[in-house]
């Protein structure tokens, strides 16, 4: 075994044998995005809360036809649309909870999430964000509202919109996740959910120098999130 003092272990999927494989050695580590109960210090967001809140925010504007274009679910991912055995299925904690978040707005809305086209991505990409709009928004009753579990999936979607002439968010609108700092940026500049990635790093960190001190640090950090409205989401036209 190589010699290793810690390990932070970030956005794993639950039945990765390398998850369990570093809980096993008995070094201090520190688990990001990950599920708890694995005794083991964790920092993440409330991600199925802040899921939550963009599929709030659409329900507000009066979007009924909504769908979800998401990143792997799991360590195999399908690259198509997928229905609600695969959803929960899902392995990766993120994946999982937020399309649960999502489901927990759209459900008391009247908009029955088994309705709700879910197009799982091979990867965290902009161009499976581009082939998962065209997909989505084929359908002659297509979504006016897309809600991305990343904002690099919702740059695809926005450009795959504008290629298909769909302006957004006059026909379309678009809600990713992350913040990322191009999202400010973008044309339209993008609605999403702004999460700490710096301060999450920052504190993974100081837990795990923690641990190498034998310290005692705190088991779980849950830092807060965010919904930034900005220009690509708005009411659905009166005739979608």
């Known amino acids: 075994k190589a010699a290793v003092d810690g390990f932070v272990v970030y956005s794993m999927p639950e039945d990765d044998p390398s998850v369990h494989a570093v809980i096993e050695r008995r070094v201090p580590t520190v688990l990001v995005d990950q599920p708890e109960g694995m005794g083991t210090p964790l920092v993440g967001i409330d991600d199925r809360g802040a899921a939550r809140a963009a599929a709030e925010h659409l329900v507000s504007l009066g979007h009924r036809r909504i769908g979800v274009v998401s990143f792997e679910l799991a360590r195999e991912p399908v690259g198509g649309l997928v229905g609600a055995d695969r959803q929960s299925a899902a392995t990766f904690l993120a994946s999982g909870q937020r399309l649960r978040g999502y489901a927990e707005a759209l459900d008391p809305a009247g908009i029955p999430w088994e309705r709700v086209p879910v197009y799982e991505c091979a990867e965290n990409v902009l161009e499976e964000g581009k082939a998962a709009a065209g997909v989505l928004l084929a359908p002659d009753d297509r979504p006016t509202a897309i809600l991305a ?18 302006a957004v968010p006059g026909d379309l609108s678009v809600v990713g996740f992350d913040d990322v700092p191009e999202a400010a940026r973008a044309n339209p500049p993008l609605t999403t959910v702004h999460q700490p990635h710096m301060e999450k790093g920052l504190k993974a960190g100081r837990l795990l120098v923690s641990g190498l001190r034998g310290e005692d640090p705190p088991r779980t950090e849950i830092l807060p999130t965010r919904l930034v409205v900005r220009g690509s989401t708005a009411p659905p036209k009166t005739d979608a």
Do not use: I, K, R, Y
């Open 149 to 166: 579990t990343s904002d690099l999936l919702a740059f695809g979607v926005t450009e795959a919109a504008e290629e298909m002439g769909l």
